[in-house]
């Protein structure tokens, strides 16, 4: 196993410690061991959104070239239309 030498301020320090102390991990080498799985997790978990989100955005744009979809200016344009006549309607009571 490799060895890495890292300075850290004080506070930082007494912070991993305190982690230590209170039996949440058994040493500093087992804190930075998390620190870093949970940091590799995260990465793939985002690369996996990032896909997915890729994914999504390509079939949409696939169903609006064939004719699917709503156009935003219309359905905004309906919303608006018909908070209006909401409040109008309530303005009179």
Do not use: F
């Amino acid at each position: 196993m490799a060895t890495m030498n890292v300075s850290l301020p004080d506070s930082m320090r007494d912070y991993v410690q305190s982690r230590i102390d209170s039996g949440q991990y058994a040493s500093v080498s087992d804190y930075v061991r998390d620190l870093i799985r949970r940091d590799q997790s995260a990465i793939v978990d985002e690369e996996r959104w990032l896909k997915e989100l890729n994914a999504s955005i390509d079939e949409s744009l696939q169903e609006m070239k064939a004719g699917g979809g709503h156009d935003l200016d219309d359905v905004s344009d309906a919303i608006i239309a018909d908070i209006r006549k909401t409040a109008s309607g309530e303005a009179r009571r």
